[in-house]
């Protein structure tokens, strides 16, 4: 199974955007990019996942060069509220046999 | 439509004493996970099953947890004894299961265990 590298911790201000990269140097060629999103006392949401290239919805968007050996989460304009821990994953197209390393605290101010 | 339900939220138990966790996924939902996560660590896969069978329990320290799922819904996840180095968060979560698409994960709050 891939494993993933993404940085411990970052800071930013209400309103800007975020970029978290991770990087996945021996992504398999029937992998996806999984990110998850975790608040404290809950349990991981859901963000976005992708294949290649770039996916977008309504909370993020995931960027995926080509040799798709990291990934870029990018969250737009974010709030207080987007403060939680955030996990790249990558593993098999069913989703079933995903590694959570330890994840980026991202760290909202005003 | 509600979440994946866990119980109880919290507990707290003396070493060496038993304790079990309840999971329900969500409805329609074959396959279901347990997750262990320690203070500032990503949860890791204690076991998964699809429908009523465990497929990959390679994870899980069979000597003191087990885990069932009777009738392919509700799951319970037990420790006898429970040691110090128990004490963690267990989570449940849920995904529908098939090859076709990629699963997402539903977590659900989790059970904090402190064991003292």
């Known amino acids: 199974l891939a494993k993933t590298t993404q940085p411990i911790s970052m800071d930013s201000y209400e309103g800007q955007e975020v970029n978290i990269t991770c990087s996945h140097n021996?992504?398999?060629?029937?992998?996806?990019i999984t990110w998850y999103q975790q608040f404290p006392s809950q349990g991981p949401r859901f963000i976005i996942q992708?294949?290649?290239t770039k996916v977008t919805n309504e909370v993020a968007s995931l960027f995926i060069p080509a040799d798709r050996k990291s990934s870029t989460l990018s969250l737009p304009r974010v709030s207080l509220s987007d403060t939680a821990v955030y996990y790249c994953l990558v593993g098999n197209q069913a989703g079933t046999a995903l590694i959570f390393g330890k994840g980026t605290t991202l760290s909202v101010s005003s | 439509e509600a979440g994946v339900v866990q119980s109880p939220r919290y507990k707290i138990i003396e070493k060496k004493q038993p304790v079990a966790f309840w999971c329900n996924p969500i409805s329609g939902h074959n396959t279901l996970y347990w997750y262990l996560q320690n203070l500032g660590q990503g949860p890791e896969l204690l076991i998964r099953?699809?429908?009523?069978?465990?497929?990959?329990d390679s994870q899980l320290p069979k000597d003191r947890f087990s885990a069932e799922r009777l009738k392919g819904v509700d799951s319970t996840l037990k420790i006898q004894p429970a040691e110090l180095g128990d004490s963690a968060v267990y989570l449940c979560?849920?995904?529908?299961?098939?090859?076709?698409?990629?699963?997402?994960?539903?977590f659900g709050p989790g059970t904090r265990l402190t064991v003292l």
């Open positions: 979560a849920s995904s529908l299961g098939g090859r076709s698409a990629y699963n997402e994960q539903f």
């Open positions: 021996n992504i398999a060629t029937n992998d996806y």
């Open positions: 099953y699809e429908n009523e069978e465990a497929v990959d």
């Open positions: 992708g294949y290649k």
